[in-house]
T-cell receptor
Framework: ETGVTQSPTHLIKTRGQQVTLRCSSQ?????VSWYQQALGQGPQFIFQ???????GRGNFPPRFSGLQFPNYSSELNVNALELDDSALYLC????????????FGNGTRLTVT | GIQVEQSPPDLILQEGANSTLRCNFS?????LQWFHQNPWGQLINLFY???GTKQNGRLSATTVATERYSLLYISSSQTTDSGVYFC??????????FGTGTKLQVIP
């Protein structure tokens, strides 16, 4: 059974640039969610995708967007990067529904300079 | 929204000691889960425990949904248990909210 994989592991970008982060869900999981974790804080929910549709969104501006593909892998795109976007970005997959434990990837650490 | 409080915020243990971490929430929640984040940032799902008690090796967890709290027990702690422990929940199934975390340091 393949777990959740994220790429890249580290990334350095300049303010104003755009970035794309990628996530492959665990085998058999159809739901992917993304989280932002600033240093010293807990993960904050960005959004969730189920069968290629966004079905939940946290308190993040529209410049945070995503996609889910037919194989359930997912991308997180962030436009017009700001310094405060520097964080660990975590992807989690699950079976969806109300009784679904989350399984996280190792994250992408984004630094915006 | 629902408020969640974890206690204690910080904990230092001697290797071999036991501890109890607590998660209180202000209203009924679904999908209560406990996670361990190691010093390298990896977030591991320890328990999915909306109610009742579960055990996995030296770890066990109990959720009393009617009283809105969950406990994580760590017995015979090891240095590899160091890191941050989060409880997390959802209302419905679309948004998972994480608690503030308990930072645990186990010293040899």
């Amino acid at each position: 059974e393949t777990g959740v994989t994220q790429s890249p592991t580290h990334l350095i970008k300049t303010r104003g640039q755009q970035v794309t982060l990628r996530c492959s869900s665990q085998s058999g999981h159809n739901t992917v969610s993304w989280y932002q974790q600033a240093l010293g804080q807990g993960p904050q929910f960005i959004f969730q995708y189920y069968r290629e549709e966004e079905n939940g969104r946290g308190n993040f501006p529209p410049r945070f967007s995503g996609l889910q593909f037919p194989n359930y892998s997912s991308e997180l795109n962030v436009n017009a990067l700001e310094l405060d976007d520097s964080a660990l970005y975590l992807c989690a997959s699950s079976l969806g529904g109300i009784n679904s434990p989350l399984h996280f990837g190792n994250g992408t650490r984004l630094t915006v300079t | 929204g629902i408020q969640v409080e974890q206690s204690p915020p910080d904990l230092i243990l001697q290797e071999g000691a036991n501890s109890t971490l607590r998660c209180n929430f202000s209203d009924s929640v679904n999908n209560l889960q406990w996670f361990h984040q190691n010093p390298w940032g990896q977030l591991i799902n320890l328990f999915y425990i909306p109610s009742g008690t579960k055990q996995n090796g030296r770890l066990s967890a109990t959720t009393v949904a009617t009283e809105r709290y969950s406990l994580l027990y760590i017995s015979s702690s090891q240095t590899t248990d160091s890191g941050v422990y989060f409880c997390a929940f959802s209302v419905g199934y679309q948004k998972v909210t994480f608690g503030t975390g308990t930072k645990l340091q186990v010293i040899p």
